[in-house]
């Protein structure tokens, strides 16, 4: 069975001070990881794919890198708008669903 | 742009009532999902759909029941609504085994 854990549950940045999210994952032929941004209220937004190890992505402060067991997202030099939870996911095998974390709540304070 | 659009943001309904949510996505995507998510829980899949008339229990399916006529429409039924189904639903599409989902933007039931 497919399974991903996110830390920390929560995190609470300066604005401007740079951090990473982690995600650790247990699957059975990595087809896709996923990254997801979710503000409150509303459904997730897809920020990036990974499929190999070694693959990174990048977008505006948001950096996706990926090992063989997890995937960290950097956050560079953060600002409020940045505050949501982000949410991480795998896909494996033979399966068409994703396997989502519980996500990392992100507070970006003045 | 492409879109998966859910009926309804806000929803409230009495405890016993058949309940329907609606997703629509003009994708031509092959899969649908239905997900819940609570807090600490995370997202947990309800059923999801690979084809039209096709569907799959997913890890939480009891109490709930689905329906796919068309490629674009996957709806969710409560068949009995309970307060333990009050939530944030989750609809979301992909193409068959490719690519990450498109998520609608949820619809916020509550059951009283």
Same mark, same amino acid.
């Given at each position: 069975e497919d399974q991903v854990t996110q830390s920390p549950e929560a995190l609470r940045l300066q604005e401007g001070e740079s951090s990473s999210l982690n995600c650790s994952y247990t699957v059975s032929g990595l087809r896709g990881l996923f990254w997801y941004r979710q503000d409150p209220g509303k459904g997730p937004e897809f920020l990036f794919t990974l499929y190999s190890a070694g693959e990174e992505k990048e977008k505006e402060r948001l950096k996706a890198t990926l090992t063989k067991k997890e995937s960290f997202l950097h956050i560079t030099a $953060?600002? $409020?708008?940045?505050?949501a939870t982000y949410l991480c996911a795998v896909r494996g095998g033979t399966a068409s669903k994703l396997t989502f974390g519980t996500g990392t709540r992100l507070q970006v304070t003045l | 742009d492409v879109k998966v659009t859910q009926s309804s943001r806000y929803l409230v309904k009495r405890t016993g009532e058949k309940v329907f949510l609606e997703c629509v996505q003009?994708?031509?995507?092959?899969n649908m999902f239905w997900y819940r998510q609570d807090p600490g829980l995370g997202l947990r899949l309800i059923y999801f759909s690979y084809d039209v008339k096709m569907k799959e229990k997913g890890d939480i399916p009891e109490g709930y029941s689905v329906s796919r006529e068309k490629k674009e429409r996957f709806s969710l039924i409560l068949e009995s609504a309970s307060t333990n189904q009050t939530s944030m639903y989750l609809c979301a599409s992909s193409l068959s085994g490719k690519g990450g989902y498109t998520f609608g933007s949820g619809t916020r039931l509550t059951v009283v």
């Open positions: $953060p600002k $409020p708008e940045d505050s | 003009d994708m031509d995507h092959e």
